[in-house]
């Protein structure tokens, strides 16, 4: 398995146990629509100048280059899946 992120590409081994935290880094802005989804409990989402409410099973598509946060007086979980459509390689 292969982790990329904007600097390297990081070849896992596998069937070997490695440590997530060191290998992922923060990206202030995505280049890529974000799909978030909520798997447990509910949390605030804030882009740009919209706040809505997420619960359990709910989900939205962040937008690329914007910027946003999550707050909660819970605990949740939730799924952050980066859409490289393929389109932002291409030159018209």
């Known amino acids: 398995m292969v982790v990329s992120n904007k600097f390297v590409n ?3 081994e596998k069937s070997k ?5 060191e290998i992922l880094e923060y990206v202030p802005i995505s280049p890529f629509d974000t799909l978030i989804q909520i798997i447990d409990g509910a949390a605030h989402v ?3 100048d919209e706040r809505y409410k997420l619960r359990l099973d709910e989900g939205t598509i962040i937008p690329a280059h914007s ?26």
């Open 67 to 92: 910027a946003h946060c999550f707050n909660a007086n819970e605990e949740f979980k939730m799924i952050s899946t980066i859409i490289k459509s393929g389109y932002e390689e291409l030159s018209l």
């Open 10 to 12: 990081i070849e896992l």
């Open 46 to 48: 804030e882009t740009s």
């Open 17 to 21: 146990p490695h440590i997530i935290v």
